[in-house]
């Protein structure tokens, strides 16, 4: 059996607006309208920013305040790629006081560094919440080597570190925001089983 029974695997739930919450910030891996991606944003009742990753060149990302649907208002920023995302929420968490709440939507390796850099910050648990959205491909962190490989869609996959078949487990850490990967030959060099298309 390629996939090991261990389920530590996240289980998500659509985004909400915490009405605790003294700011709002949401993030996304992708051009996504706001009201596909959280509820209760028109009864927000405290500043709401949404962030996107928008991939492609073509944004300054500036800020852009208006409407988000009904009578909230929103401030947009897009971002060329997901690091420059990384690099101003790190700015921004180094800022914060109590009261935020970040959302996340994305793929789980956007979602997973968003809720890391939330850690490290400070931020509780219940003040950063994430739900899953695009492709099932997973971040597969080597455990003989501990490299990371993102993109991963199939049940075996080339460790980007060692180069060792890796098995990709349900085993989810959330300290390295990836499955685990342990060799598929290890005690049979060579004894591969076949490989699985299973995250497209």
Not at 10 to 30: K, N, W
Not at 61 to 68: H, L
Not at 126 to 138: D, I, K, M, P, V
């Amino acid at each position: 059996m390629l996939i090991s029974n261990i389920k530590s695997r996240p289980v998500y739930e659509r985004l909400a607006i915490d009405g605790a919450g003294r700011r709002h910030l949401v993030l996304s891996d992708a051009p996504r309208p706001l009201g596909e991606v959280i509820d209760g944003t028109e009864s927000a009742g405290a500043p709401l920013a949404y962030w996107v990753v928008a991939g492609t060149s073509a944004v300054d990302g500036q800020p852009q305040t208006g409407p988000a649907g009904n009578a909230a208002e929103v401030e947009t920023r897009a971002f060329r790629a997901a690091a420059h995302l990384f690099d101003r929420l790190t700015h921004r968490l180094g800022q914060e006081t109590v009261g935020l709440r970040l959302y996340a939507v994305g793929e789980e390796g956007f979602i997973w560094e968003v809720a890391k850099l939330a850690r490290a910050a400070g931020l509780e648990t219940e003040e950063c919440r994430t739900a899953h959205a695009g492709s099932l491909r997973r971040r597969v962190f080597c455990v003989h080597c501990k490299t990371i490989t993102e993109g991963v869609t199939t049940s075996l996959a080339a460790c980007a570190g060692c180069g060792a078949q890796l098995v990709v487990r349900d085993h989810f850490s959330r300290s390295h925001a990836a499955f685990m990967g342990v060799q598929a030959d290890a005690e049979a060099p060579g004894d591969l089983p076949p490989v699985e298309e299973l995250f497209p």
